[in-house]
């Protein structure tokens, strides 16, 4: 069973073979898209090889299915590094995708949260079972909470949730623009954690968001964009296309987002919680951050990225989790220490083996993932799992009084329910902790998501009473009880 969507979660396994993850609440985003094009670029000379072979296919291989408009990737190999990018940015300024196009990141912003939490513990500013409110004034303690610390944060053991439980964007195309701290607030003083902080794991975006935050109060940054600046981009040697805040020129070159349904979205803005996902890059500026993650870094960056990798605790099946980064046991003792990233129109994976010397960046502008070409570009014995075409979907106008019959809250777990509501001709879909989206019909009871490859099917008993419902997504059919 997968949620609906999100920032962007190294919790969607999906890409990971079976035997090596449980089922869980998971995160899944899809997308369409059409190759239009095929351009394969180097970088520097003294940094980067490149050639159109294997790489190269492969993106195109995957954008011909449709799902992605297109992919820039890269991959670090002991020979040198390899770039490619396939398909189209769409762009304002109608330039072919290219090193100068953005993307947006999503949760490997995660990963770099994690980094500056490891860089903040090395310099002496705190201890990782330390206590996190001190660093959160103006904020409440949630109940049972008072000695949540950056490391339940960091590892997603705190308890507290993913997303504003009943929060309705006034854009649901922009979910986490409006969150603020009186949002978060409001979170924290009124939804009861999880479960007891450290027990056991579940990703949530408002915990790394608020672990961003304290990371910057205690260093007496000026905001979360500045810390990464001055803590990683510059000692990395990162220029002006690894950031949050875009100049004119810079939106000029924002490559546009794609949802499931093949339209352009909006992109994301994530001011209050940025460190969970907020970051804007190039491929060329990934470059270093993969580089980084293999351990060419500055000596003391360098030790504050290792010490973020290092499993910390148990994550999900045979995985573990640092610092945020989500390490993948290989049969050969060595790891892949990797973080994923989705956001409304935007999909990315970073990874690296660093007893191979292998890594890669993948990052595309449409909602199917990359993960499995991720991990295929740093492990080839990893197979590659190519989705479905797009399913091409006919939307009918319904009355509202058959939308009326449908409104209600359907549960399948005593955590995990999908409500559905009605505004004004429009029905609507909220899972626990996710953002409201919106539905379209293809029949009475025969409802799809744009923003996601999902389909609700409503069931109905003799009476013509609804009962229940069915998620279709990634494969999997779900069904869901009608609450009284």
């Not at 985003?29 to 000379?45: I, K």
């Not at 902080?197 to 910057?216: C, D, H, K, M, P």
């Not at 510059?234 to 805040?245: E, K, S």
């Not at 502008?365 to 990359?370: E, Q, S, W």
């Amino acid at each position: 069973m997968s949620r609906l969507t999100s920032i962007g979660a190294a919790a969607d396994v999906t890409r990971v073979p079976a035997a090596s993850r449980r089922r869980r609440t998971t995160r899944c985003v899809v997308a369409a898209a059409t190759l239009l094009a095929l351009h394969v670029a180097s970088l520097d000379a003294q940094r980067t090889t490149t050639s159109d072979s294997a790489l190269a296919r492969l993106l195109a291989a995957r954008v011909a299915i449709g799902r992605n408009p297109g992919i820039a990737a890269l991959r670090i190999t002991p020979a040198g590094v390899e770039t490619a990018y396939v398909g189209r940015a769409a762009s304002p300024d109608g330039a072919p995708m290219g090193p100068r196009t953005l993307f947006e990141i999503g949760s490997i912003t995660k990963a770099i949260t994690g980094t500056l939490l490891a860089d903040a513990i090395r310099r002496g500013e705190l201890l990782p079972d330390q206590p996190v409110w001190r660093w959160l004034p103006g904020l409440p303690i949630p109940a049972g909470g008072d000695s949540i610390s950056f490391l339940d944060l960091a590892t997603h053991r705190s308890g507290i949730v993913s997303f504003p439980p009943g929060y309705r964007p006034p854009d649901s195309g922009d979910p986490y623009a409006m969150i603020d701290s009186a949002v978060v607030a409001n979170v924290l003083a009124s939804a009861p954690l999880r479960f007891p902080r450290g027990t056991q794991a579940e990703y949530s975006n408002i915990g790394a968001g608020l672990l961003g935050r304290a990371l910057v109060t205690r260093a007496r940054a000026r905001d979360y964009e500045s810390l990464v600046r001055t803590r990683l981009a510059q000692p990395l040697g990162m220029g002006a296309d690894f950031t949050i805040t875009l100049t004119p020129e810079q939106q000029r070159r924002f490559a546009t987002g794609h949802l499931a349904s093949g339209d352009t979205t909006a992109h994301w803005r994530i001011p209050y919680l940025a460190g969970a996902g907020a970051i804007i890059a190039s491929l060329p500026e990934m470059q270093r951050l993969a580089e980084a993650c293999l351990g060419k870094a500055p000596a003391q960056l360098a030790a504050s990225i290792a010490a973020a990798q290092r499993p910390r605790r148990d994550f999900q099946g045979a995985m573990r989790i640092g610092l945020h980064w989500i390490v993948f046991p290989r049969p050969d003792s060595s790891a892949i220490v990797w973080h994923n990233g989705g956001t409304g129109g935007f999909r990315s994976w970073l990874g690296c083996n660093r007893r191979t010397g292998r890594a890669a960046v993948v990052l595309t502008n449409g909602d199917t993932g990359v993960d499995d070409i991720g991990l295929h570009l740093v492990d080839s014995t990893l197979a590659l799992r190519p989705p479905s075409a797009r399913v091409v979907r006919t939307e009918v106008a319904i009355d509202t009084l058959v939308m009326d019959s449908l409104v209600g809250r359907y549960r399948i777990s005593p955590q995990f329910a999908i409500t559905i509501t009605r505004q004004g001709p429009r029905l609507l879909a909220q899972a626990t902790d996710q953002p409201q989206f919106e539905l379209f019909a293809e029949s009475r009871d025969r409802w799809f998501l744009k923003v996601v490859e999902a389909a609700i099917e409503f069931e109905r008993d003799s009476t013509g009473r609804v009962t229940g419902l069915v998620l279709e997504q990634g494969g999997g059919r779900p069904r869901f009880v009608r609450e009284p």
